[in-house]
Structure formats: structure tokens, C-alpha cells
């Protein structure tokens, strides 16, 4: 069985996790099929959204500990093939934020510790009302230091930490609340609500949503000066696309822009 399928319609891609029996852990095979698959949308520029959702009764719950115990068997105790996990781990999660389009989490079930940092990594997410997320490592006694990366960019730092430390799962109201995710909406709704996002983002001038979403992640790493710098040269180049010019003019003649 594949570790993800994909279904491409409309410019939109649906990635799913498939591992249902293990609801759904990056195990080493998922990581690869996940970087792969995020490997070549990079410079497929028939889609303009992804959508990452996972099979069965949960979205993602973090990594595979099965295959993390085993590693204790090396002549290392582990530490090499841990290291290299999660370094692979942060690489497949930074690709996600370096694609040109944007990509919705689309969670329902359970998002937990890694599974929970790939929900705070997308650049969007909507959540089934009923899902639960945690960063609940720390109850087993390992701490989720490489999913605080991403959360903490996400939430308040209180929140995160109080999350971190004590293991409590959070629900999807109070993850809205606290903008892990866009909105939370009833569990029969999710697969229609996910897809009425991308297909709005989707119909958006690619070359404006590509140039934003770079230039979104870059300037938050920047001093406020720095940013408004890098981001008025960003907006001369996006004024010197020929696209940008047509929807600017249609605007003005109160017309549709063709971007065909």
C-alpha cells in the first residue's frame, strides 16, 4: 500500500496520508513519500493549492515510535538514526512552507506532537470540530522540542509552553482560538469547506500568490525596517508582471481580469 495518494483536479493537489493502521506516522517511509511528493510540486506549476489530509480515524499522530524504539538495537543506541530522522523530519517541513503554493491542512481526528507541528506548519488549516491536538510528548517522557518549533510560531508562547509541558490536548475550538488553525467546522463539512479555500486561493493570479507567500516567511525573520525594504521591492517586481498589469487594468474598467 502507498504511504500517500494524490488526486490532482481544478489546480488543486490532495495529498493523503496513508497509513490508517498507524493513524498515519511520519515513519521513515512516510517522510520519504511526503518530501518526494512536496519535491516535485516545486516546479509543477499546473497546481496553485495542496491540500494535506490523512486516511481513516485520524489526521496524523507524529512520529512512528515503533521504528524510534528499534533504533535502541544500533551499536549507537540509537542517536545516529534519530539525529538523521529528525533532520529529515525539519527538512520535509520547511519544503512545505518553501513550496510556491500554498498548502491547507485538512485535519480531522488527531493531531499530535509531529502530527501537531505539520498542522502549524501548513500555511493554512481547517479542522473537523471534533479533532483534538497535542504536543504531548512529554507525557512518555520525551519532549516535543522539534513540533515547539513550529507551534511557537503559531500560538502565544504561554499557551505553547502550557501545552508543552503538561501534555494536555487542546480542542478545535480552542486551537482557532489561538490560530493554529483558520477555523474549526462540523465534521461532516471539513472536505467541502477545505476545498471552497483552495479553490478561492486557486483563482488567484499564481505569480501574486507565489511572490506573497516567499516574501511572507522571509520578512517575519527580518527587523520591521529590513522587511518594509525587502517587501517595497517585492511589490516593484510583482508591479512589473505583465499579469499584475492586466488584473490592475481590469480592475479599473470593471471587467474580469484574463489571466488565460
Not at 159 to 184: C, P, V, Y
Request: charged share 20%.
Amino acid at each position: 500500500m502507498p504511504h500517500l495518494t494524490r488526486t490532482d483536479s481544478d489546480a488543486i493537489a490532495h495529498i493523503e496520508l496513508n497509513a490508517p493502521e498507524r493513524l498515519n506516522a511520519l515513519s521513515d517511509g512516510m517522510l520519504a513519500a511526503l518530501q518526494s511528493e512536496l519535491d516535485a510540486l516545486k516546479t509543477d506549476t499546473t497546481i496553485r493549492v495542496v491540500i494535506l489530509s490523512g486516511a481513516g480515524k485520524a489526521f496524523c499522530a507524529g512520529h512512528d515510535l515503533r521504528e524510534m524504539q528499534a533504533a535502541r538495537q544500533n551499536d549507537d543506541g540509537g542517536a545516529a538514526a534519530w539525529g538523521d530522522l529528525f533532520t529529515r523530519c525539519a527538512t520535509m517541513m520547511q519544503t512545505v512552507q518553501s513550496l510556491p503554493q500554498p498548502v491547507i491542512a485538512q485535519v480531522h481526528g488527531i493531531a499530535t506532537a509531529a502530527g501537531c507541528q505539520l498542522v502549524a506548519t501548513c500555511d493554512l488549516a481547517v479542522a473537523a470540530d471534533s479533532c483534538k491536538f497535542g504536543v504531548n510528548g512529554v507525557n512518555i517522557g520525551l519532549f516535543c522540542s522539534t513540533p515547539m518549533v513550529a507551534l511557537t510560531r503559531n500560538i502565544p508562547r504561554k499557551h505553547a509552553f502550557e501545552m508543552l509541558t503538561t501534555g494536555r490536548f487542546i480542542d478545535a475550538a480552542e486551537a482557532q482560538s489561538l490560530g493554529l488553525i483558520n477555523k474549526s467546522v462540523p465534521d461532516s463539512d471539513l472536505v467541502q469547506e477545505t476545498r471552497a479555500l483552495a479553490q478561492t486561493i486557486a483563482a488567484k493570479l499564481p505569480v501574486a500568490v507565489k511572490t506573497g507567500k516567499q516574501a511572507f516567511y522571509d520578512q517575519a525573520q527580518m527587523t520591521t525596517a529590513d522587511a518594509y525594504a525587502y517587501t517595497g521591492q517585492i511589490m516593484v517586481d510583482n508591479m512589473l508582471d505583465a499579469q499584475t498589469n492586466e488584473g490592475i487594468a481590469a480592475f479599473l474598467e470593471k471587467r474580469d481580469p484574463d489571466w488565460s
